[in-house]
T-cell receptor
Framework: KAGVTQTPRYLIKTRGQQVTLSCSPI?????VSWYQQTPGQGLQFLFE???????NKGNFPGRFSGRQFSNSRSEMNVSTLELGDSALYLC?????????????FGPGTRLTVL | QQQVKQSPQSLIVQKGGISIINCAYE??????FPWYQQFPGKGPALLIA?????SEKKEGRFTISFNKSATQFSVHIMESQRGDSATYFC??????????????FGTGTLLAVQP
């Protein structure tokens, strides 16, 4: 099976712009979670989707949003980018919710905000 | 308290030696404790995981030790190899009745295995 795919892999934006990141889960997986990874804060949970519904949300401002489509693909959007949003954004897919032992991470999207 | 504290921040071990990384938590509702390995340019990959009803779990050269009363857990990497050089993250999770896959991660340990 192909792994989790994230596009684009690298992205450079300027402050104030918005960005959309995409995640394609492993075939058959219906749960997608997003994490932000930075050197200072480590990996922090952003949100989780299952069957097109947001199941859980981390402690991030409303500028961070996401959605999931009927084919389980997910996107996250960050509006009004700030310098502090520079990070590696990771997507993890899982067959369902409550299947924590079968979460697989993608390679991430490296976002740089100038 | 939804935090997991991880130490050390970095670790240098000689090839063939034992690498030990420790984590501590406060929220006793956590019921699943995985360890992830991350190589540069890659996403984290699940190494091994343990639940609170088990004190030790071994998979190959990797062993998790879990101390429920001390709310601490650790991973031991036996016979460390150059290919083990990576960043290691501990994590914790609460089941919430099977409603979420959310993980709380430690801050990571950069392991370098020297020849």
């Amino acid at each position: 099976k192909a792994g989790v795919t994230q596009t684009p892999r690298y992205l450079i934006k300027t402050r104030g712009q918005q960005v959309t990141l995409s995640c394609s889960p492993i075939s058959g997986h219906r749960s997608v979670s997003w994490y932000q990874q930075t050197p200072g804060q480590g990996l922090q949970f952003l949100f989780e989707y299952f069957s097109e519904t947001q199941r859980n949300k981390g402690n991030f401002p409303g500028r961070f949003s996401g959605r999931q489509f009927s084919n389980s693909r997910s996107e996250m959007n960050v509006s009004t980018l700030e310098l502090g949003d520079s990070a590696l954004y990771l997507c993890a897919s899982s067959p369902s919710v409550g299947t924590r032992g079968t979460q697989y991470f993608g390679p991430g999207t490296r976002l740089t905000v100038l | 308290q939804q935090q997991v504290k991880q130490s050390p921040q970095s670790l240098i071990v000689q090839k063939g030696g034992i690498s030990i990384i420790n984590c501590a938590y406060e929220n006793t509702a956590f019921d699943y404790f995985p360890w992830y390995q991350q190589f540069p340019g890659k996403g984290p990959a699940l190494l091994i995981a343990i639940r609170p009803d088990v004190s030790e779990k071994k998979e190959g050269r990797f062993t998790i030790s879990f101390n429920k009363s001390a709310t601490q857990f650790s991973v031991h990497i036996m016979e460390s190899q150059r290919g083990d050089s990576a960043t290691y993250f501990c994590a914790a999770s609460i089941n919430y009745g099977g409603a979420t896959n959310k993980l709380i991660f430690g801050t990571g340990t950069l392991l370098a295995v020297q020849p």
